[in-house]
């Protein structure tokens, strides 16, 4: 559950509440809760920072990261004192904390290990301290330089150092340099000038004479980001000649004529470009389409589902994410939900990693100007958890960093039923995510499938041989098979949000043998898997698990008589394994041979 400022929510296990099961034993209650989440963005930057390759773009977002953070080192000195502290870490990416109790299984088992580690060992001397404010202004004024000596005579940008000018990279560039300028950064006035001009000679030599035309399908998406670009330069004098004030209205006229065909990140900034020339009307017009599509959760935040086509640009889900954050930030600087967009990109950071530099620059560039705004950078968080008769209250100092995982550990021999509610209250600003986990063992078997951000339900079906088709018959509750039958084992596999490392563990009943014994890859469904077959069991591993309903089939045969009982299914993440779900468990009978 999320925490929002003055807040006051509960958790309770309905399950801990009954007697009706002798064969329960309690292992422990295990209260987790996640709090400082700008510390987040900041553990995300060594990847960023580290990234292996040296085009222009990622060159920018390096440089764009680490001036934010200069700056908000500069104006927030607790901030750089956490950082520092941060910077002691020696990996690459955040190690999966094994010795979390929440974690159902050994990460040896999965086929993750290098990166449950972080990486460790891979970038280790790259890496360490690339946090400390010291390294932080080094590696910013290093990008730069490297900046100024790529752009070519012309005043464009190539892709890559050496190579053509680039029409988009010109102008993502001069995107930047804008987002830097906002934090008070220095940004060079000549580059600045310089590809301005060069992307002002480009449209009028190929753009302009077609924006008029009924029948144009010229680049809207390239004219839309470049108009939107020119208004992030408050003093036009940046400008130059390059785009006159009446072209820019031109370009304005015809991107809002087809702002219908827009994708969400696009409407964003044309509602922008709209608001800051002088047409508020228009802009929230445009920018309520888009939020009329979100949808918003209690736990989940407010998020829409990712585009059909999201490798291009402008359809990335956490670029479009953090984007609308920052238009709702400008267009409606009171709407409620500027948390929930918060919320989503936390939580999304909770369950993976991100993995494009574009997108950790933007996250980092949005969620800074949030937290600058709404005063939540460098102040002090407390909160109340009370669990099990015990009250225990925690502070988080804004120079302190209490770790990835702040955990309090019931052991079972103090639960009872009457502890199977968890109360978390929160007094200070900001969010915090928390969670509660219940441990237990019994000889009864799940009646029914439970979970919260995921949830998995398995089905048995009988495979009858009927002509030349092959007929899947649904296992009734207590019907007999035979040794020799073939059943096909379906497991409906739900996730609410995207989530990285996803294991799913499925038991097989003894007596069964698996219809294919090797393992290997798998990318049906629009899922990529690794399919791992055990003697107990089958699993999945899903590096990348994105939102939606999804249904995975594998098939056994029966080979012994008898009554076997199958534990339920289990998924769970990697990353956060507070989120875990699990399916209701089945008893499965083979007579004996005919």
């Not at 441990?439 to 979970?451: D, I, M, N, V, Y």
Request: contains cysteine.
């Amino acid at each position: 559950m999320t925490l929002h400022d003055r807040d006051t929510r509960g958790m309770t296990f309905e399950d801990m509440r009954r007697r009706d099961d002798p064969s329960r034993i309690d292992e422990q209650l295990v209260v987790t809760l996640d709090a400082q989440l700008f510390y987040s963005v900041l553990a995300a930057v060594p990847y960023l920072v580290d990234y292996p390759y040296e085009c222009t773009e990622q060159t920018l977002n390096r440089f764009l990261s680490t001036a934010i953070l200069s700056s908000l080192f500069d104006r927030y000195p607790a901030v750089a004192r956490m950082a520092k502290e941060l910077a002691k870490r020696d990996t690459e990416l955040e190690a999966f904390g094994g010795p979390d109790p929440n974690r159902q299984m050994a990460l040896e088992e999965t086929p993750w290990l290098l990166e449950s580690q972080g990486k460790r060992g891979t970038t280790e001397n790259a890496v360490i301290k690339v946090l400390d404010p010291r390294i932080v202004k080094t590696q910013r004024a290093s990008a730069l330089a490297k900046l100024v000596r790529d752009q070519l005579p012309s005043g464009a940008f190539p892709w890559w150092a050496g190579g053509p000018p680039s029409d988009y990279m010109t102008l993502y560039l001069l995107y930047g340099f804008a987002k830097a300028g906002e934090f008070g950064v220095a940004v060079p006035r000549e580059v600045v000038t310089k590809g301005w001009r060069y992307l002002g000679e480009k449209y009028q030599r190929e753009l302009r004479q077609k924006l008029d035309r009924p029948d144009c399908d010229c680049a809207w998406e390239f004219l839309t980001f470049l108009n939107y670009v020119a208004t992030a330069y408050p003093d036009p004098s940046w400008l130059g000649d390059a785009l006159p004030v009446a072209e820019r209205r031109r370009i304005l006229g015809a991107s809002f004529r087809h702002w219908r065909e827009h994708a969400p990140y696009l409407k964003g900034l044309l509602a922008l470009t709209l608001k800051r020339m002088g047409r508020p009307e228009d802009a929230r017009l445009v920018f309520d389409s888009v939020m009329d599509s979100a949808q918003t959760t209690p736990d989940e935040g407010t998020f829409w589902r990712p585009e059909a086509r999201s490798w291009l640009w402008y359809n990335d889900t956490i670029e479009t994410h953090a984007f609308a954050l920052r238009t709702l930030m400008e267009l409606r600087p009171k709407d409620p939900r500027l948390d929930g967009l918060v919320q989503w990109l936390f939580l999304n950071k909770r369950l993976g990693h991100w993995k494009s530099t574009r997108a950790t620059a933007e996250v980092v560039y949005s969620l800074a100007r949030y937290l600058d705004g709404h005063h939540e950078l460098a102040v002090r968080e407390a909160a109340q958890v009370e669990a099990a008769g015990a009250t225990t209250e925690l502070v988080f100092e804004p120079d302190r960093y209490t770790g990835k995982k702040v955990q309090i550990v019931v052991p079972g021999e103090k639960l009872g039923p009457r502890d199977a509610t968890v109360t978390v209250s929160k007094q200070t600003p900001g969010l915090l995510f928390a969670s509660a986990t219940w441990h237990f063992s019994t000889e009864e078997l799940p009646k029914e499938a439970r979970g919260d951000l995921f949830a998995v339900e398995r089905r048995y079906f009988r495979r009858e041989q009927r002509g030349k088709e092959v007929v899947l018959q649904p296992l009734a509750a207590g019907a007999v098979l035979t040794p020799g039958d073939e059943v096909e084992v379906q497991l409906t596999l739900r996730s609410r949000a995207a989530a990285e490392y996803v294991h799913l563990r499925d038991p097989r009943p003894a007596g069964f043998e698996p219809g294919v014994a090797v393992s290997g890859w798998k990318w049906d469904l629009g899922l990529v898997r690794y399919e791992e077959v055990r003697d107990s069991g089958t699993n999945f591993f899903f590096e990348w698990l994105p939102a939606g309903d999804y249904t995975l089939k594998y098939r056994v045969r029966a080979a012994l008589g008898g009554t076997f009982r199958a534990g339920p299914a289990t998924v769970q993440s990697m990353y956060a394994p507070e989120f875990t779900a699990y399916s209701a468990g089945h008893v499965v009978r083979v007579g004996a041979a005919p």
